[in-house]
């Protein structure tokens, strides 16, 4: 069964960065001083070699595999410490000779997110519906597991999130308004 070139090539992409975020996080976990983020980390690499290895068992033998379902770890609004609390100044380091746990959450932080957004972009060149579904898991796997990352980041005050005063939030917010019952079809614009 023949691929694409778009698919083929957004395929070699992804597999590329889905080894290069295993070596990474390999690495970051070996440097972890929190038990709880190496486990996180841990978890996160098990999770790639699964879909890294779904996908080049299914180039190699076009034969679907059952796919991962991705790990939806849910989260509270009350959960989420919003506002500043006094950051603190940062600038990047250099002649860096290894990474605190602040640093290495940040970095598995980000990789998550570029992760997601290419594997997106990935599915929506993939005519193949196997490889496309693969591509739109990974995705969604990638976006929980950022998620899971700002939440730990978050709690350790590591992510703090902005936030507008109530009234600025609802008076953005509540310009949008529901579509009422007697919105009808859309008229042609040519008849």
């Known amino acids: 069964m023949p691929y694409g070139a778009h698919e083929a090539m957004e395929t070699h992409e992804i597999l590329n960065e889905t ?10 976990a070996r440097q972890c001083q929190d038990q709880s983020l190496r486990q996180m980390i841990e978890r996160h690499i098990q999770s790639a070699v699964a879909a890294y290895n779904e996908m080049v068992n299914y180039t190699h033998t076009y034969k679907a595999a059952t796919p991962h379902q991705p790990d939806m770890r849910l989260a509270q609004p009350q959960q989420i410490a919003y506002g500043l609390r006094q950051p603190a100044p940062v600038s990047p380091q250099t002649g860096v000779t290894s990474f605190n746990d602040q640093q290495i959450a940040g970095a598995v932080l980000s990789a998550h997110k570029n992760s997601a957004r290419n594997h997106m972009q990935a599915a929506l060149e993939c005519a193949d519906p196997n490889l496309r579904q693969m591509m739109v898991n990974g995705a969604v796997t990638c976006a929980q597991q950022a998620y899971e990352t700002f939440l730990f980041m978050n709690q350790k005050g590591w992510y703090q999130v902005p936030t507008l005063l109530d009234k600025t939030a609802q008076t953005l917010l509540h310009t949008y308004q529901p579509i009422g019952q007697q919105a009808g079809p859309v008229q042609p614009a040519y008849q």
């Not at 080894?19 to 970051?28: L, T």
């Open 19 to 28: 080894r290069s975020q295993i070596e990474h996080f390999s690495f970051y």
